[in-house]
């Protein structure tokens, strides 16, 4: 309730998240965010805490500065934190949050996170190379640092670009396989098996109408059957996770060169050679 409460675009926002900034964030920092990782429950408790955090700060905007000696210290601590799959997610949203949170401060307040964001480049950049934290969430808070501390940041640019270059310039991932008129097509469709035989071409274009869309979590991908003249009926599957890097990538490389101008010249050919055929 708390996350759908808060609306970055609401133009109302001074009026209805920034005064209760003070009981909420106390209340989360003192309650949800203080427990211990003794058991599942707890983590996932702790999880939300962490959005919840991330989603008032982004729609508090420099309002949320007042608050940072309070949350800040926190949130840092989860980022660092190690130890089973769960844990690492924790981690992994708390560095998103602690970036958000940074970035939500504005110009003339980014002071306040630029040693905190110094401190995280540190040990995040090099975590690249051997990552235990999601790689997406490391360079989502890489791009996040650069739009904050500016060229300050320019000493990591290349060592992090080539991982956002490499994501960007992955494989689509996109797979087509021909269904025969037989078991597939009646699944796919509801057609008798006894009458796939009798299909014309006609029919099966026809059978766009009753395209159906799969969705494999485990995978991360996404298929539908289409009808295509003159081929027949044909799955489409494509991994929805990997466009979703690739989109992810662009946008942190764009980040990146936003916001360090002409620092980031040298490296520009190399992201048109990326980009271009993507187009």
Partial sequence: ALVSYSRPADPKIERTVVPYLPDVLQAIVTGPLALDLTDMGRIVVK????????????ASGPAIASYYPLVVPTLLA??????????????????????????????????????DAQQILNWAVPALQNPTIPVDQLLSACARIASVIGEAYVP???????????????????E??????????????????????????????????GQKVEFDEDAGTESMTIA?????????????????????????IYEHASALGAH?????????????PLV
């Fill in 176 to 209: 087509f396989s021909v269904c025969s008129r037989d078991l597939d097509a009646w699944r796919l469709y509801l057609i008798d098996p006894n009458d796939i035989a009798c299909l014309q071409e006609e029919d099966i274009r026809g059978l766009s109408a």
């Fill in 228 to 252: 295509f003249p003159g081929r027949g009926v044909t799955k489409v599957t494509i991994n929805t996770s990997k466009i979703q890097e690739k989109s992810q990538a662009a946008r942190a």
């Fill in 78 to 115: 989860c980022a660092q934190l190690s130890g089973r799959h769960e844990v690492l997610q924790l981690a992994g949203s708390s560095l998103e949050a602690v970036t958000i949170f940074g970035q939500a401060l504005g110009e003339t307040e980014a002071h306040l996170f630029a040693s």
């Fill in 47 to 58: 999880l939300r805490a962490v959005g919840v955090v991330a989603c008032w700060a982004e």
């Fill in 264 to 276: 980031f010249g040298p490296f520009c050919e190399e992201c048109f050679k990326v980009f271009i």
């Fill in 156 to 174: 990591y640019l290349d060592k992090v670009l080539p991982h956002l270059l490499q994501r960007a310039n992955a494989p689509d991932d996109v």
